[in-house]
């Protein structure tokens, strides 16, 4: 299983930008499908965006199309997710996840997972 470290959140003001990081090690990056997912006390976690692995396909979740844009260093094994023009709703425990399956979007679909990274936008 591939080990997954999130880095980058912090407090933004509406309207802000914020430039998630995760480093993964221990497996072969190049293989795997990414994606971020994030969650608030209570709530089911949210699909916030995929990346494939080999042809980097990527989708995103409804609230942040337009707004989020994941890409992927194979080479620095990191994945990262560009948030713009933030919102107060943006707020949440944002995860990296890693799949085997080439189009996966569902949170079930990840085996592997990061420990999450706060993002909290101030309006």
């Known amino acids: 299983q591939v080990q997954l470290v999130e880095s980058g959140g912090g407090l933004v003001q509406a309207g802000g930008s914020l430039r998630l990081s995760c480093a993964a090690s221990g497996g072969t990056f190049s293989t795997y499908t990414m994606g971020w997912f994030r969650q608030i006390p209570g709530k089911e976690r949210e699909f916030v965006a995929t990346?494939?692995?080999?042809?980097?396909?990527?989708y995103y979740g409804d609230s942040v199309k337009g707004r989020f844009t994941i890409s992927r260093d194979d080479a620095k094994n990191t994945v990262y997710l560009q948030m713009n023009s933030l919102k107060p709703e943006d707020t949440a425990v944002y995860y990296c996840?890693?799949?085997?399956?080439?189009?996966?979007?569902?949170?079930?679909?990840?085996?592997?997972w990061g420990q999450g990274t706060q993002v909290t936008v101030s309006s």
């Open positions: 996840a890693a799949s085997r399956m080439k189009y996966a979007t569902g949170p079930g679909s990840f085996g592997s």
């Open positions: 990346i494939s692995w080999s042809v980097g396909i990527t």
